[in-house]
């Protein structure tokens, strides 16, 4: 097999699991040569991830929960026309890390807002909402993502003196103090829990196969029990934040409606469930901006700003509540 | 969508500017809410020669909804704010912003 590049000293984690992702992709002549091209696709302190040919492979973070991450993935391969379903059934250790495999699949063009699938995001979502939440799946970890960020912009501004990116700090901070304890994984989620993906983006779906296949969701790192609302919430807080148009917005809930999402009221007013999750993902993205801006010493650009004055806007607005859900 | 009694895909059909969805499988109908609501005024108005309904109802025909927290230009504040905002940052957004956890 691959345990020489596995094993030897100074082999970087990358090269190891290209060698793995090599091995799953020509599995008859796992060590010979081969013409396909390696492409690193992201190398992260939570995710190192790699192509070869039509293989992907993922090193899961260095504390991914063995039990918790062989669930997720299980829950991948039982929904296979809704999250894209992993070559192997089981995440295998590669060093001290998790690695899974899947096969690769064309992501959405980052250059072509017009291209987004806004109605096929939204219908997956519903599915995946509506699809029944297997015994022992933990929580969807969106709220403990949304801690960990504001975590770090503490963190920053105690290693930092930058004064704009200081004075930005200070709203963000005050927005997460006003929400609800489970907005920040402190209490559990309120109401009946969904399986839910946890961590929605535009980088989150991909056509498989490639290039014009079915779109199906990927990244099952965050995906659990919880708030169906969670997955809207990012759409719904680049909307609020004036990021995304609202014809755009607009597709997307309708969509979501369409194909009988329960994570709002099937027509009416979406913000009193919408309300919470969609600050708590305002606040985590704009603490992720301003932490990036102290490490960099620069002020915040427009885009960022944007979501930062979002914050500074919500403590003078009390939370909504959805109708029958305690805080 | 899928059928949600035999679970075959659903297809999206406009039958006098009403949108319906019917199974590939079962051949089954589903109807959103206020659909048949308009199948049967047009039913009702059959008779008459009335000029055609107009074309698929508008789910949002003002902006919609906004919490109050939001962006004065953007979503917020009754999202009466233009588009001229969004052609000037859009690109930037949309590769910047929502691609990242």
């Not at chain 1, 894209?84 to 959405?108: K, S």
């Not at chain 1, 969807?140 to 200081?166: E, I």
């Not at chain 1, 305002?282 to 603490?287: D, E, I, S, Y």
Request: charged share 15%; proline share 14%.
């Amino acid at each position: 097999m691959t345990a020489d590049a596995d094993t030897r000293p100074g082999t970087t984690l990358i090269s190891a699991l290209t060698a793995r992702a090599r091995a799953t992709a020509h599995p008859h002549a796992p060590t010979g040569p081969c013409a396909c091209a390696d492409a690193p696709l992201a190398d992260r302190p939570d995710a190192t991830v790699v192509r070869h040919a039509g293989t992907v492979a993922k090193a899961h973070a260095p504390d991914a929960d063995p039990t918790a991450l062989a669930l997720r993935v299980r829950v991948a391969a039982r929904l296979p026309d809704v999250l894209l379903a992993p070559l192997a059934p089981a995440p295998v250790p590669l060093r001290d890390r998790l690695v899974t495999f899947w096969p690769y699949g064309a992501p959405v063009d980052p250059d072509d807002p017009d291209a987004a699938p806004w109605e096929s995001a939204a219908t997956l979502l519903a599915r995946l909402h509506r699809a029944p939440v297997p015994p022992g799946l933990p929580p969807m970890r969106g709220p403990a993502k949304a801690a960990r960020a504001v975590d770090r912009l503490r963190s920053a501004l105690r290693a930092t003196p930058h004064a704009p990116a200081r004075a930005a700090a200070g709203p963000v901070l005050a927005a997460w103090a006003a929400l609800p304890g489970w907005a920040g994984a402190a209490a559990p989620m309120p109401g009946p829990a969904a399986l839910c993906h946890g961590d929605l983006h535009l980088g989150q779906l991909v056509r498989h196969p490639a290039p014009d296949g079915p779109w199906k969701l990927i990244d099952v790192d965050d995906l659990g029990a919880g708030v169906p609302a969670w997955d809207l919430a990012r759409p719904a807080a680049w909307y609020a934040c004036g990021l995304l148009p609202p014809d755009e917005w607009t597709r997307f809930l309708t969509a979501y409606r369409r194909a009988g999402g329960p994570a709002v009221p099937p027509d009416g007013d979406p913000w009193p469930a919408l309300d919470v999750p969609a600050r708590a993902l305002t606040v985590q993205t704009a603490a992720l901006a301003v932490t990036k801006a102290l490490a960099a010493a620069r002020p915040l650009d427009e885009v960022e700003q944007a979501v930062a004055d979002a914050c500074a806007r919500m403590p003078a607005l009390p939370p909504r509540r959805a109708p029958g859900i305690p805080d | 969508m899928q059928c949600p009694k035999c679970h075959a895909p659903m297809h999206t059909y406009n039958r006098n500017g009403v949108q319906i969805e019917q199974c590939s499988g079962c051949r089954g109908i589903f109807l959103d809410y206020g659909e048949l609501e308009a199948l049967t005024r047009l039913e009702s108005q059959w008779s008459q020669p009335a000029p055609p309904p107009p074309a698929a109802p508008q789910a949002y025909p003002a902006a919609p909804a906004a919490p109050a927290w939001g962006a004065p230009h953007g979503g917020g504040h009754g999202g009466h704010g233009g588009h001229g905002h969004y052609g000037h940052q859009r690109h930037k957004s949309f590769g910047h912003m929502l691609f990242s956890s």
